[in-house]
């Protein structure tokens, strides 16, 4: 099946993105988030969990039980999911190569140390 | 540090603004979450803009999944709830996040006041300015380019070194020229190629 791109919403993919390492609790998710970001996005339990319910419908992330931390609940990509994030990062991918080849996209802001 | 327990149960009381399909299934992840965050958070001011995102980000999540699973009308006055809230947080969270992003910055570890080359010229030397991560940094310079987007202000200002330094305000409009004090929270600086990015900037 084709891989389809750019279909989800930023909030969205910045919570794949923090799952792809590993499967992690909603403030473990928020902090990954905000270091993935550079602090940009900084996500309250109201908007992370709104979008991990469409992501769970979705068949995007599905929950996972941790019996030495019952208090918490953990989420991991499913393979849907991580079908998806590559799609979305092939996508972002080849816009930064057309932003550089159009000159679009600066130099200062291309080039994090 | 130990964290006010109402604030908990005032948070429970906000999640109930959800629908119950909604609540039975999120809610109590949900206050776990953000008793996390409380616990994480050191500072009283921090905890403070904690509440704030909370409050800007609960109405509008509550009124989606209310319109998403919305029907019938035991659901209306909840509705009718959220709706009100919506106008009322908003301007509330709006006002916390300004003033609380200010404060926090002044009461953060210290706060050390630089000249706009001083730091370009320590970024440039340390990769990092030495101090940045522990206090919060005030400077005032000269605003020589701007950037916008939506509400997000990038001003570059003006140094006498070749190091960049290029500041991420919200909500600020800028113009080129402009001579104003900026107050840098400590720990939240992007590394640039030739310069720094410091971010969530208020003026000082």
């Known amino acids: 099946m084709r891989r389809q791109y750019n279909q989800l919403p930023q909030v969205a993919f910045s919570i794949l993105l923090a799952l792809s390492l590993r499967e992690r609790h909603g403030y473990e998710i928020i902090k990954q988030v905000v270091d993935d970001s550079n602090g940009k996005i900084k996500l309250s339990p109201g908007a ?4 991990i319910k469409q992501l769970n419908e979705q068949h995007l992330v599905s929950e996972v039980e941790h019996r030495d931390d019952p208090r918490r609940r ?31 996209l600066e130099t200062s802001y291309g080039t994090n140390a | 540090m130990g964290r006010m327990p109402s604030s908990i149960g ?12 909604y609540r039975q299934r999120y809610g109590q992840p949900m206050i776990q979450t953000f008793d996390d965050m409380l616990e994480a958070e050191q500072s009283k001011t921090g905890r403070l803009l904690i509440w ?11 009124l989606k999944e209310h319109l998403t699973n919305g029907k019938g009308v035991a659901m209306s006055r909840n509705l009718k709830i959220v709706l009100v809230s919506v106008a ?19 009461q953060a570890v210290g706060i050390e006041r630089v000249s706009t080359t ?21 400077f005032k310079g000269q605003v020589v380019a701007v950037k ?57």
């Open chain 2, 52 to 62: 704030a995102r909370v409050l800007r980000d609960l109405p509008g999540s509550a």
């Open chain 1, 74 to 104: 953990y989420y991991r990509l499913t393979n849907k999911g991580k079908q998806t994030l590559g799609a979305e990062l092939e996508y972002y991918e080849n816009s930064v190569v057309l932003g550089r080849q159009r000159q679009v």
């Open chain 2, 10 to 21: 005032m948070y429970a009381k906000l999640v109930e603004l959800y629908p119950k399909s």
């Open chain 2, 88 to 106: 009322a947080a908003l301007l509330l969270a709006n006002g916390m996040s300004y003033w609380f992003g200010i404060l926090h910055a002044r």
């Open chain 2, 118 to 138: 001083q730091l370009a010229d320590a970024m440039k030397k340390d990769g990092f300015y030495s101090h940045y991560g522990n206090a919060a940094l005030l």
């Open chain 1, 48 to 51: 992370l969990y709104t979008s």
């Open chain 2, 148 to 204: 916008q987007q939506n509400n997000v202000t990038i001003a570059t200002f003006k140094t006498h070194s070749t190091y960049l330094l290029e500041c991420q305000f919200s909500n600020l409009k800028l113009v080129i020229g402009d001579v104003i004090s900026v107050v840098a929270p400590g720990g939240s600086a992007n590394r640039l190629g030739n310069g720094v990015l410091l971010h969530d900037c208020v003026r000082g």
